[in-house]
């Protein structure tokens, strides 16, 4: 269990400051991951995964917005069941938009959660605590999909 609980790291896919801003802190102040490595749009998200300086690991969930510059949200997340290390990948879709269009294409795409971000602070906070608890403390990832 050692192992599991040392590699705890987070990619949160996030262009908008705001946002960013407070799904760090929420992360941060409960200690839900040990590193959160943060990419502005989709194709530097891409580059964080696949390109020639990807991760040293694969972090244990993705936190994916889906209004991104460059390689939207739903791109990224096609790349990442396309490919086999990345299909098993926990992708928590975080997003404002509440369109059955993102939500059923997100789901159908592979998306492991579709969470509306809450407006007011508190819940925002809320949201991104609960979700880091159960990605990262309470599911057990397919044998795949551990670290090795």
Known sequence: MGDAMSSRLILLVEDNDD?????LRALREHR???????AED???ALE???GPMALPELPQLVLLDLKLPRVDGLEVLRRIRADPRTRELPVVVLTTSRLDRDIVD???LGANAYVCKPVEFGEFISAVQTLGFFWLLLNV???SARSP
Do not use: C, H, I
């Open 42 to 44: 989709g194709a530097q």
């Open 32 to 38: 839900v991951a040990n590193e959160v490595v943060v």
């Open 19 to 23: 946002d960013r801003l407070l799904t």
């Open 48 to 50: 964080l995964l696949f």
């Open 106 to 108: 997100s789901y159908s």
């Open 141 to 143: 990832p397919p044998e």
